[in-house]
């Protein structure tokens, strides 16, 4: 795995490596929010939604509660998700409310999900703590730490489900959202993951659904196929 790890490195620019470390690190420096930068992303971000819109759960979503859906604050956490590019951001926001929809339905689009939106076995799947908020590094980003190797859920929709609540209560956060966050994924030992990436797919794409930029992410495995998928998705 380290010599993988060294091959990506060995691909990078010097100035792509320096990079890379100041991220992983948390010494990079953050986007200055000057109010022209907001406002100008705001309308470039309203421009890339209104030609793509048309018949998506953001539309649907949009016409059940156009405050909740047009919220300055709102619409800001994707643009800080995708470090203000406006067209990325445009996309995930069409992607965040495909997700929602598939894993809510219609009737929570344009409200925030909160523990009364989780059934009993969503909330099952939440207490077996596989995905777990573990404070913050010392340069204030989220800790999110993530133990496959104790999945346990009755539908993988239920996993789903409570994930994407453990990531938008942790958006709640606009420390988190423009820092974004550190995970850690441990599967040694007895953490390993045995469902063989039931799911891998699912999480994949609701990880792309969210506007939570991750800053670095940590491997703790010993399985180099693993890794390779990983670093895949």
């Not at 490195?9 to 022209?36: K, S, W």
């Not at 209560?169 to 990436?197: P, V």
């Not at 999480?203 to 939570?212: C, D, S, T």
Request: proline share 2%.
């Amino acid at each position: 795995i380290d010599a993988l790890l060294s091959e990506a490195m060995n691909t990078l620019t010097f100035e792509e490596r320096q990079e890379q470390l100041e991220t992983l690190h948390g010494v990079d420096e953050d986007i200055a929010e000057e109010e022209d930068l907001i406002e100008n992303a705001l309308q470039d971000l309203d421009d890339h939604l209104l030609c793509q819109k048309g018949g998506s759960a953001y539309e649907i979503a949009e016409q059940m509660d156009p405050a909740y859906v047009n919220s300055r604050a709102f619409r800001i956490m994707f643009l800080r998700g995708n470090q203000y590019d406006t067209k990325i951001s445009a996309n995930q926001m069409l992607k965040f409310f495909e997700m929602k929809k598939q894993l809510f339905g219609n009737d929570k689009l344009a409200k925030d999900i909160t523990i009364d939106d989780l059934d009993e076995d969503d909330r099952e799947a939440l207490r077996v703590g596989v995905l777990q908020l573990a404070g913050r590094d010392t340069s204030s980003r989220q800790i999110m730490v993530q133990l496959p190797g104790i999945r346990r859920f009755r539908h993988l929709r239920n996993e789903l489900r409570a994930n994407f609540y453990v990531n938008m209560q942790a958006l709640r956060s606009e420390q988190t959202q423009l820092k974004g966050i550190i995970t850690i994924m441990y599967t040694l030992g007895n953490f390993k993951d045995r469902s063989k990436g039931v799911g891998f797919l699912d999480h994949l794409r609701l990880k792309r659904a969210l506007p939570m930029r991750v800053a670095a992410f940590h491997f703790c495995l010993d399985d180099p196929k693993q890794y390779i998928l990983l670093k895949v998705g």
